[in-house]
């Protein structure tokens, strides 16, 4: 899971949700991961607190249904 936020209420940050695009490229490309198992979360402008928990329950759900007890760990 990839996270990058910039869009924060107080003090807003530039660069994170590039660095999260960046990251996840990386990860895809160069390291060889399978895009389907980067999970990428970024804010976009308006994003709520609850928008970006939502996504990130989401994600964990999706990838408790890929776990295999007996076999992943994690």
Do not use: H, M
Not at 10 to 28: F, G, H, Q, R, T
Request: charge should be negative; hydrophobic fraction near 30%; charged fraction near 35%.
């Amino acid at each position: 899971i990839v996270i990058g936020i910039n869009d924060y209420e107080i003090s807003p940050l530039k660069y994170c949700v590039n660095d999260a695009n960046e990251i996840s490229e990386i990860l895809i490309e160069k390291c060889k991961y399978k895009e389907e198992n980067v999970f990428k979360i970024i804010s976009e402008t308006g994003s709520s607190e609850k928008d970006i928990t939502g996504r990130y329950l989401e994600i964990l759900r999706k990838i408790g249904n890929r776990f295999k007890s007996n076999e992943d760990s994690i």
